[in-house]
Nanobody, 121 residues
């Protein structure tokens, strides 16, 4: 079992930045691919970013490329999502995800509870 707890969400103006954090506990964190999804009101949950257990094989949704950066610290059992140049359309609940597979795009084994990000225009 892996427990994921997100933090760092909040209200920010368009063009601003936020850094989301995901603290993992439980099984060996470094064995898991990690990443982020988001869900806006009335929309399906969508992929945002992912990286492999070793921190390589990064992948981003086209909508966030060049603005968001995902990273992980296996020593601290943490995953981060640095979000810059935020837009109102980035408003959503952001979920941390863990996968025993190669990537969270193939399967998600654990979810966090989510953190709200609101970007005002």
């Amino acid at each position: 079992q892996v427990q994921l707890v997100e933090s760092g969400g909040g209200l920010v103006q368009a063009g601003g930045s936020l850094r989301l954090s995901c603290a993992a506990s439980g099984r060996t964190f470094s064995n898991y691919a990690m990443g982020w999804f988001r869900q806006a009101p009335g929309k399906e949950r969508e992929f945002v970013a992912s990286l492999s257990w070793g921190g390589g094989s990064l992948s981003y949704a086209d909508s966030v490329k060049s603005r968001f950066t995902i990273s992980r610290d296996n020593a601290e059992n943490m995953v981060y999502l640095q979000m810059n140049s935020l837009k109102p359309e980035d408003t959503a609940v952001y979920y941390c995800a863990a996968s025993i597979g190669l990537t969270i795009l193939s399967r998600v084994d654990y979810w966090g509870q989510g953190t709200q990000v609101t970007v005002s225009s």
